[in-house]
């Protein structure tokens, strides 16, 4: 995708393709925080667990702070955090897999 595309609406409510990108990445970085957790046989994360979270508001924070930076820094923050993910999730042992407690984190939050 052309950087300069970066700026253009997403079809998404009012978010750019920009807006998208901050969003899969903070989504991501969550979910890599979700793991310490089940790494440590924890059975929720730190933000689901908390009474009153508004998951909304949350992500709507997340990509706000993010609106001054560059594009091509949120593709390769994207491409860096996809690539942690992708490694925290083989390292996970079998049982964590088919737990599904761990599967199904986000149930209605993405």
Known sequence: M???AMEQPSGIGDWRMKDVIGHLTSWEEDVLD???YVQR???RSKLSAAPGWDVDAHYAALIA???AVPAAHLLIDLGATHQRLLAAIN???ATALADENVVDKTGSDT
Do not use: I, M, Q, W
Request: proline share 13%.
């Open 65 to 67: 702070a993010k609106v």
């Open 41 to 43: 046989g924890e059975r």
């Open 2 to 4: 052309p950087l300069n």
């Open 34 to 36: 979700y793991l310490t």
């Open 91 to 93: 390292a996970l042992p």
